[in-house]
C-alpha cells in the first residue's frame, strides 16, 4: 500500500520526475487561482451580492479577526500570507474526498516547504517592523551566550510546524486506509469526514502558529515604544 505522494511518480524524463506530491501540489494551486478569479470577477457594493462574495467576505473577516486578535495589531501586511497559508492547506484537505486524490498535505516535502515559508516570513515581517538592528538584537538577549540557543530555537519550531502538519494528516490518511481494508463501508465514511475536519483544524492551526511567531517577531519593538511614552 503506497501512502506517501512522493513515491507515486507520475511522470519521468530522464532525471526529470513529476511525483503525485507535485501533481496535486499544481491542481490545487490551479483551482485556487481559477477560484479567486471566478469569485472576484464581479465583486460590487451596491445591491445584492453573491453568494461566493458573501462566503469570501465571511472568510476575509473571520481571517482579519483571527490576526488581530493574535498580533493585536492590523491584520493589512498579513492577511495575504497569513490567509494563503491557511487557504491552501484547508482546500488541500477538503478535496480529498474526492476520489484519487491525494492531499499534497500528506507528504512531508509539502509540509517542510510551508514551514520554511514561515522560517523565512518570521524575520522578513519582523525586521520591517523593528528594523535590521533592532531584530538581530534579540538574539542576543538578555546575553550574547543565548545567542546559539535562540537560532536554535528558530529552527527547531520550524521543524515542529512540518512535522505536527505532517503526521497529523499521514494518520488520517493510514486510519482510513487501514478501515478501508477491515470494514469497507460504514467505518471510513465516518472517518472521512472526520479526516476533513482534522484537516481544516490542522489548517487552523498552523496558520494560527506561523502568525504567533511573526507577531513574537514584531511585537518587541511595540513593547518598547509603549514602555517609552509611560
Same mark, same amino acid.
Given at each position: 500500500?503506497t %501512502?506517501?505522494?512522493d513515491? +507515486? +511518480?507520475i ?5 526529470f520526475k513529476?511525483?503525485a ?5 499544481w =491542481?490545487?494551486m490551479f ?8 469569485i472576484?470577477?464581479?465583486l ?5 451580492l453573491?453568494?461566493w462574495?458573501?462566503?469570501l467576505?465571511?472568510l476575509?473577516?473571520?481571517i482579519?479577526g483571527q *490576526? ?10 498579513y492577511l495575504p500570507f497569513v490567509?494563503?497559508l491557511? *487557504?491552501? %492547506?484547508a482546500i488541500?484537505?477538503i478535496?480529498?474526498?474526492v476520489?484519487g486524490? =491525494?492531499?499534497p498535505?500528506s507528504?512531508?516535502?509539502?509540509t &517542510?516547504?510551508?514551514?520554511i515559508?514561515?522560517? +523565512?516570513?518570521?524575520p522578513?515581517?519582523? =525586521?520591517?517592523?523593528r528594523?535590521l ?6 538574539y542576543?538577549?538578555p546575553t550574547? %551566550? ?5 537560532v536554535i530555537g528558530?529552527?527547531?519550531r520550524?521543524?515542529a510546524?512540518a512535522?505536527r502538519?505532517?503526521g497529523?494528516m499521514?494518520s488520517?490518511?493510514v486510519i482510513?486506509a487501514i478501515?478501508l481494508?477491515?470494514t469497507?463501508?460504514i467505518?471510513?465514511v465516518v472517518?472521512?469526514?472526520l479526516?476533513l475536519?482534522?484537516?481544516? *483544524?490542522q489548517?487552523?492551526?498552523? &496558520? ?5 511567531? %511573526?507577531a513574537?517577531a ?5 513593547s518598547?515604544?509603549?514602555k517609552g511614552?509611560?
Amino acid at each position: 500500500m503506497t %501512502i506517501n505522494p512522493d513515491e +507515486i +511518480i507520475i511522470f519521468q524524463w530522464a532525471w526529470f520526475k513529476v511525483n503525485a506530491t507535485l501533481l496535486f501540489t499544481w =491542481i490545487t494551486m490551479f483551482l485556487l487561482a481559477f477560484g479567486s478569479w471566478l469569485i472576484t470577477r464581479n465583486l460590487t457594493s451596491k445591491g445584492t451580492l453573491s453568494r461566493w462574495q458573501n462566503l469570501l467576505e465571511v472568510l476575509i473577516n473571520g481571517i482579519n479577526g483571527q *490576526i488581530r486578535e493574535v498580533s493585536r495589531q492590523e491584520p493589512g501586511p498579513y492577511l495575504p500570507f497569513v490567509g494563503t497559508l491557511f *487557504i491552501f %492547506i484547508a482546500i488541500s484537505n477538503i478535496i480529498a474526498v474526492v476520489p484519487g486524490y =491525494i492531499p499534497p498535505t500528506s507528504s512531508l516535502s509539502t509540509t &517542510a516547504a510551508l514551514a520554511i515559508c514561515v522560517f +523565512i516570513a518570521v524575520p522578513v515581517f519582523g =525586521i520591517a517592523r523593528r528594523g535590521l538592528g533592532d531584530y538581530l538584537r534579540q538574539y542576543v538577549q538578555p546575553t550574547y %551566550i543565548m545567542l546559539p540557543f535562540n537560532v536554535i530555537g528558530e529552527l527547531s519550531r520550524t521543524l515542529a510546524l512540518a512535522v505536527r502538519l505532517y503526521g497529523n494528516m499521514m494518520s488520517g490518511t493510514v486510519i482510513v486506509a487501514i478501515l478501508l481494508t477491515i470494514t469497507p463501508l460504514i467505518f471510513p465514511v465516518v472517518m472521512q469526514v472526520l479526516g476533513l475536519l482534522t484537516g481544516l *483544524i490542522q489548517a487552523y492551526i498552523f &496558520a494560527i502558529l506561523a502568525m504567533v511567531y %511573526i507577531a513574537s517577531a514584531s511585537r518587541a519593538h511595540e513593547s518598547r515604544k509603549d514602555k517609552g511614552e509611560k
